[in-house]
């Protein structure tokens, strides 16, 4: 009998029902207007919810008893919330922010059961790990209000240390055990941000590709695929104007509410009398839907790209420029994305070099990658120093700022992630990743 032919599933990647077969939340909703009555339900059974204040949508109604996290407080922020955890006997709960947010909960929940981190206090790895806990941890339900860390659905978290380092905490433990997905939890995100989380997602998928490590043919196809989706989505969400404002009254809780005008048919559907208001009231909320939409594709993509199964036969340790941007912005003391940013084109150019498979990259693979993001230069041929120029323009586009060169030696910058990363840097010497840096302070176009 002829076996049932496989799904298709790069082409329905972003569909919500797909996630469930990721190793991630063991419940996820995804769509509009899931938060507020997912943060009303868990308000009413008890759960004790935390938020950061600056990156909270005025959209969703928290609550009184809400808790703000104590985000500039470093190193000790996640053991003050631990002890408040633990003091309101809390059971669940949820937390409302960005990668930060996210992060600091999840190691405050672990803190409470007992755990604790185990890390070098020296530069030799920038992993840590969690020790066993001593008792139940409280379940963790994410509402992530960025987009591109998904951190809703990993088991990793950033702790800082102090002195402007920090560590990779890896726990499944730390993977929540639920998460939301909503477009009114990112309808206030700034333009930048949208741009730098489309960024990450972007490179979080192709990182892999580009490197050195051996990949499954369907987990090549699968990032292949949904990085080229993820292009087309950001360059349809950053292309447009900031959302259009509308006047709106209050609702529930004091939550925006819509103005019926704005629910009206379309003009072609409704009599010549409409008033000009109503016509562009109605385009408008198209607008918005719109925007909305390609937001809430990104982030259900950006959940997925954590799971296993996308990952299936490669390396823990595939995306080299992760690490790289990592100690870049340690030791600089600037942000991820910038570092990123920054280091993407050249590394990208550096990839497309190898004749083959070496310790930076897989050439051949890497050749893949470039012909389908970037049609253009790829039709005028493969010159790794134009899809570098390519790549730098895509970022602009998209509205990410290219930093100016990483204000640090690249000697000391090379060392310093070679000792920071030496599983994941096997086959690189110092030199090597100081020649990265060195490329990446050099002109972009």
């Known amino acids: 009998m002829r076996a049932p032919d496989p799904p298709l599933v790069p082409s329905l990647l972003w569909t919500p029902a797909l996630l469930w077969q990721s190793a991630g939340p063991r419940r996820l909703r995804v769509g509009a207007d899931r938060a507020q009555a997912e943060l009303d339900r ?21 609550g009184c008893t809400a808790l703000p996290l104590p985000l500039d407080e470093g190193p000790e922020a996640p053991w003050r919330v631990a002890r408040e955890v633990a003091r309101r006997g809390a059971r669940t709960v949820a937390v409302v922010g960005g990668g930060a947010a996210m992060d600091t909960a999840k190691l405050a929940v672990a803190l409470a059961a007992g755990s604790e981190p185990r890390y070098a206090e020296g530069p030799p790895s920038g992993l840590a790990l969690l020790t066993r806990a001593g008792r139940p941890a409280p379940a963790l339900i994410a509402f992530p209000t960025t987009l591109g860390t998904g951190s809703e659905t990993s088991g990793v978290a950033r702790m800082a240390v102090g002195g402007r380092r920090s560590r990779l905490v890896c726990s499944a433990t730390l993977r929540p055990e639920g998460a939301v997905l909503d477009p009114c939890l990112t309808d206030t995100l700034p333009a930048p941000l949208l741009a730098a989380g489309a960024m990450e997602i972007l490179l979080r998928l192709i990182g892999p590709l580009l490197g050195p490590h051996p990949m499954g043919a369907s987990s090549s196809a699968w990032l292949m695929e949904t990085a080229v989706l993820v292009r087309r989505t950001a360059d349809a969400l950053l292309a447009s104007d900031s959302p259009t404002g509308w006047e709106v009254s209050a609702g529930p809780h004091g939550t925006p509410r819509v103005p019926d005008t704005l629910l009206a048919p379309p003009p072609s559907q409704r009599d010549a009398g409409r008033s000009a208001y109503e016509r562009s009231a109605y385009e408008r909320r198209s607008a918005y839907e719109r925007r909305a939409g390609l937001r809430l594709r990104l982030a259900a993509i950006s959940a997925a790209s954590h799971g296993v199964w996308p990952r299936v036969g490669a390396s823990p340790f595939a995306f080299l420029l992760w690490y790289f941007a990592d100690t870049a912005a340690a030791v600089t003391g600037t942000a991820k994305n910038t570092a990123l940013a920054r280091l993407f084109p050249a590394y990208l150019e550096r990839a497309l070099g190898a004749p083959g ?11 893949q990658v470039a012909r389908r993001l970037f049609p253009e230069e790829a039709a005028t041929g493969n010159c790794p120093a134009d899809f570098r120029a390519a790549a730098a323009r895509l970022l602009r586009r998209w509205g990410v700022a290219l930093a100016t060169p990483l204000a640090a030696d690249p000697v000391e910058l090379g060392q310093a992630v070679v000792a920071s990363w030496p599983r994941a840097l096997t086959g690189l010497t110092p030199q090597d990743a100081a020649a990265l840096y060195e490329a990446a302070s050099g002109s972009t176009r």
């Open 42 to 62: 868990l308000a009413a059974d008890g759960a004790l919810v935390v938020y950061d204040p600056g990156a909270c949508s005025t959209s969703i109604h928290l």
């Open 357 to 367: 498979r070496c310790a930076w990259a897989d050439g051949d693979r890497a050749r």
